[in-house]
């Protein structure tokens, strides 16, 4: 097999003679991420006319930064760390918050999967094929739902093209690699034209990895590879628009640091150590519609998505727990963009586990929410505000859940002057509980723990007040600053309860008073100063979080405080970065819970565009951990066993036709 290096000297070679010597600069192509349209808020508002605290990784960065998760790709921004929990299965967190309260969408629906139910379950996307990641930085309940009680993401892909294509045939090839765990890595996509009004997309992925080099050696059983693909198309008409897309993902994937001690009652053997893998398989149909009107409605949109999710935890060659859903989301908003938007969201979940560790009972879960929201300004000053209704029905055998909740949110933006405004936003959520914090029993060894959920278990309230800081100047200058505080009412928490089931630590579902303080704050210029024929630009950014319980006490996994610094040059199609991120020591931990020391990620890299006719070109050489730490987040159920990777270099190549 080629390594990822071999690849793309291949591709080198076969492409390098086409090309014209004339370069294109970097900014021709990047985004200018300000003034992106973020659909993840109520009002499809830019970053920066919102009071919601909201950011984007989308252009040249999203491509030098993808790693083999979400929660990886996102890690490092203001505000997101991850769960770490081996190359693949790592999950985003938001503000110390993660699991069921950060959900996580394609293209504006829900992804219909069981990632959130363990840390263990991969998210079921590609980040491969994303064009732009949407961050929802605290309560996202109104549009999402109250399981959006922390944040949320949407990875925006070309799959729904509700607009005509600019070009009859169009494509990307992007192939990338490392040193780490000798990734392998390729995502292609066509779209084009097929009539007057007919338009189609189609996108195929594979990623490969081995163990994961670690400071002193091999990651163990860290292995994994994924592939996928869709096929959509779309009618655009003057007035209305609709498309639709198959899409399908498989995923095979090792849990290191798991070793599962087996009992043969027969025998009497013991074998242990044996490893644990995940097996993934997922189809699924997405729909979108838009009708554009004239008069007091701008649009009305209809989403919809249906997912048929399978999953298997392996021990050895044994399946330990199968897990299957039917999950389907419907959502229909009438809006006036930028103004108000009203909608119904209608979301129903069939899940089953069999085998003899499943830890959860089959159960149906309905949701149905109904939203209203809305701005108004006068002068310098906007305010927003809006209101959720959502009812949950929960039903399996042997017990069931219903209850209504409310959420709502009031927010302002102040304009001190021109470059500088002031935005604060008070929310209410109410999250409902989810099958598994009800109803859980049982050893869940992918997490190494003996699950109990509790019936009894209400409403989980919260209350975030959020006060932000925006600033942005025409000669490049631009801030984000925002400080919040979250307090909980029945916070549902995991707790040890110091007990042994089935060799493994006992926890159980509780409610707990709960507060999280934190900030972010993210400063930067893109072309501070004039260097011979390029510009220098530089970036500070950081956050912190704290979360303690209603006695005083530490909440466990809550990330450490960060600091970084970049350093950009530019000039012409040539771009060179440096980069260093400070993850402080967490010393405030949990009962049970171990301190994580700090370390200091130092990282480079170099691209470098070239266009052929109508192709353009992007090479990219990233090299991570410079300074090959020892690096663990706290935040990692597997901090313990699974540092993150040594000092690496990762190359890709990336073409648009």
Do not use: C
Request: hydrophobic fraction near 40%; charged fraction near 25%; glycine fraction near 10%.
């Amino acid at each position: 097999m080629k390594t990822p290096l071999s690849v793309l000297v291949v591709a080198a070679t076969v492409t390098t003679p086409a090309l014209s010597q004339t370069g294109i600069t970097v900014a021709d192509l990047e985004e200018r991420l300000e003034e992106v349209v973020i659909t993840a808020t109520p009002l499809r508002k830019k970053a920066f006319e919102t009071a919601q605290p909201v950011s984007v990784l989308a252009g040249e960065t999203l491509v030098t930064r993808r790693e083999s998760s979400l929660g990886e790709t996102l890690a490092d921004q203001p505000g997101v760390s991850a769960t770490a929990f081996g190359p693949i299965a790592s999950r985003p967190l938001i503000r110390g918050q993660g699991g069921l309260r950060v959900q996580t969408y394609q293209d504006g629906a829900d992804t219909l999967d069981v990632a959130a139910l363990s840390d263990d379950h991969a998210v079921g996307l590609e980040p491969m094929l994303a064009d732009r990641i949407e961050i929802v930085r605290g309560p996202a309940a109104l549009l999402f739902g109250s399981a959006a009680a922390a944040g949320a993401v949407n990875v925006i892909t070309p799959r729904l093209a509700l607009s005509r294509y600019e070009s009859p045939f169009a494509g990307t090839v992007e192939m990338r690699g490392d040193t780490a765990a000798n990734e392998r890595g390729v995502a292609a996509r066509v779209g084009g034209h097929a009539g007057e009004r007919i338009q189609f997309f189609g996108d195929l992925h594979h990623f490969e990895a081995d163990d994961l080099r670690i400071p002193d050696g091999r990651l163990e059983n860290s292995n994994g590879e994924t592939r996928g693909g869709s096929a959509g198309l779309s009618w655009i008409g003057e007035q209305s628009s609709f498309a639709i897309s198959l899409s399908g993902l498989r995923s095979n994937y090792g849990l290191p640091g798991h070793g599962h001690h087996h009992h043969d009652e027969d025998h009497e053997d013991e074998h242990e150590d044996e490893e644990i893998r995940l097996w993934l398989d997922q189809r699924r149909i997405d729909f979108a519609g838009e009708w554009r009107l004239d008069g007091p409605v701008d649009a009305v949109r209809l989403r919809a998505a249906r997912n048929d999710y399978e999953h298997a935890e392996l021990e050895g060659d044994e399946i330990g727990t199968f897990y299957a859903q039917d999950g389907k989301e419907l959502r229909v908003s009438a809006d006036r963009d930028g103004h108000w938007s009203i909608g119904l969201q209608w979301r129903e979940l069939d899940f089953d586990a069999e085998g003899d560790e499943a830890f959860l009972p089959a159960s149906r879960t309905r949701h149905l929410g109904a939203y209203a929201f809305g701005e108004t300004s006068f002068g310098v000053l906007t305010l927003e505000g809006g209101l959720r209704i959502e009812k949950q029905d929960i039903d399996l055998d042997g017990g069931d859940y219903g209850d209504e909740a409310l959420s709502g949110s009031i927010g302002a933006r102040w304009r001190l002057s021109d470059p500088w405004a002031v935005t604060l936003q008070l929310t209410s959520t109410a999250r409902h509980p989810t099958a598994t914090e009800l109803f859980a029993f049982g050893p869940h060894l992918a997490v190494q723990r003996f699950e109990i959920g509790d019936e009894t278990l209400g409403i989980e309230r919260g209350a975030t007040a959020d006060l932000g800081l925006q600033y942005r100047t025409e000669s490049g200058w631009s801030l984000q600053m925002n400080a919040f505080v979250s307090d909980y009412d029945e916070f549902i928490a995991a707790i040890p309860e110091g007990s042994i089931e089935d060799d493994l630590p006992v926890i159980r579902f509780t409610g707990v008073d709960a507060r999280f303080t934190g900030a972010e704050f993210d400063w930067r210029h893109d072309a501070l100063l004039q260097v011979a024929d390029g510009k220098i630009g530089v970036r500070v950014f950081g956050d912190y979080v704290r979360a303690r319980d209603s006695a005083g006490d530490p909440l466990p996994q809550i990330p450490p405080r960060r600091l970084g610094l970049e350093l950009g040059y530019a000039t012409g199609p040539l771009r060179l970065a440096f980069e260093t991120l400070y993850h402080d020591a967490q010393d405030e931990v949990a009962e049970g819970e171990t301190r994580t020391a700090g370390f200091t990620a130092v990282n480079a890299e170099v691209t470098y565009r070239l266009r052929a006719g109508t192709t353009d070109m992007l090479w990219f050489a990233r090299g991570v951990n410079l300074l090959d730490e020892e690096m663990r987040r706290h935040a990692s159920p597997l901090k313990e066993v699974a540092p993150l990777a040594a000092r690496h270099l990762a190359i890709g190549l990336q073409l648009k036709f």
